[in-house]
T-cell receptor, first 114, second 116 residues
Framework: GDSVTQMEGPVTLSEEAFLTINCTYTATGYPSLFWYVQYPGEGLQLLLKATKADDKGSNKGFEATYRKETTSFHLEKGSVQVSDSAVYFCALSDPGTGGFKTIFGAGTRLFVKA | GAVVSQHPSWVICKSGTSVKIECRSLDFQATTMFWYRQFPKQSLMLMATSNEGSKATYEQGVEKDKFLINHASLTLSTLTVTSAHPEDSSFYIC????????????FGPGTRLTVT
C-alpha cells in the first residue's frame, strides 16, 4: 500500500540555519503531497502542498518540490526561526486509489535555538 | 480559514466506562470526516472514515464495536470509546474535508483521553 517515510528527529538547529527534512513516498497511483505542521499544544495545520510532478509548494518561507523520479518531497527553509519549532509531517493523499484518505509519515520534531 | 473543533479537549475516565468525543466543522459542511489516533511522539494512525448519513469505514485492525462513529449531520461527527481500558489512552484527532474540496483536510485540535 501507499506509505510515507521521513527522516527521524529530533532536528536541532540554531536560528537562521538552513533546514531540510527529507520525505520519500511510495504510491501506486498519482498522489498529492503535503506537509503539515503541529505546533506545541495545537492541531495539525497544512503548511504546503503539491498536486503533480514538478509542482513546488511554498508557504511562510518553506518550500517543497514534488519529484516523481525520486519519489521525494523534501521540505526546506533557508533561515529558520525559533517560532518554527514544531513537529512536521509529510503526507500523501491519492483520491484515485485511497478514497481521500491521507497517509502520514512519522513526523519530525524540529527545535530551533535562539 | 476552515475551523474544526473538538470537545472535550481532554478527558479522564475510569476503566469500563464510555467516552464520547465530538468533532464539529464550524464554518463549512463536511461530507467526510476522519478519526485518527496519535501515540506519544508518533504519527497519526487513521482509525476510520465517516461520511454523513452512512456507516463509517474502519481501517484494518480497528474494532468497530469499540470505537463507535456517528456522522449525524454535515457539521458533526462523534467518536464513542466504549468500555474504555487504559490501553485506549491516547490523543484522538479528527479532520474534516470540505464539500467540493477533494484534497485538503482541516484538523481539530485533538482530545487527550486518559483511562485510569
Amino acid at each position: 500500500g501507499d506509505s510515507v517515510t521521513q527522516m527521524e528527529g529530533p532536528v536541532t538547529l540554531s536560528e537562521e540555519a538552513f533546514l531540510t527534512i527529507n520525505c520519500t513516498y511510495t504510491a501506486t497511483g498519482y498522489p498529492s503531497l503535503f506537509w503539515y505542521v503541529q505546533y506545541p499544544g495545537e492541531g495539525l495545520q497544512l503548511l504546503l502542498k503539491a498536486t503533480k510532478a514538478d509542482d513546488k509548494g511554498s508557504n511562510k518561507g518553506f518550500e517543497a518540490t514534488y519529484r516523481k523520479e525520486t519519489t521525494s518531497f523534501h521540505l526546506e527553509k533557508g533561515s529558520v526561526q525559533v517560532s518554527d519549532s514544531a513537529v512536521y509531517f509529510c503526507a500523501l493523499s491519492d483520491p484515485g486509489t485511497g478514497g481521500f484518505k491521507t497517509i502520514f509519515g512519522a513526523g519530525t520534531r524540529l527545535f530551533v535555538k535562539a | 480559514g476552515a475551523v474544526v473543533s473538538q470537545h472535550p479537549s481532554w478527558v479522564i475516565c475510569k476503566s469500563g466506562t464510555s467516552v464520547k468525543i465530538e468533532c464539529r466543522s464550524l464554518d463549512f459542511q463536511a461530507t467526510t470526516m476522519f478519526w485518527y489516533r496519535q501515540f506519544p511522539k508518533q504519527s497519526l494512525m487513521l482509525m476510520a472514515t465517516s461520511n454523513e448519513g452512512s456507516k463509517a469505514t474502519y481501517e484494518q485492525g480497528v474494532e468497530k464495536d469499540k470505537f463507535l462513529i456517528n456522522h449525524a449531520s454535515l457539521t458533526l461527527s462523534t467518536l464513542t470509546v466504549t468500555s474504555a481500558h487504559p490501553e485506549d489512552s491516547s490523543f484522538y484527532i479528527c479532520s474534516a474535508r470540505d464539500f467540493g474540496d477533494t484534497l485538503e483536510q482541516y484538523f481539530g485540535p485533538g482530545t487527550r483521553l486518559t483511562v485510569t
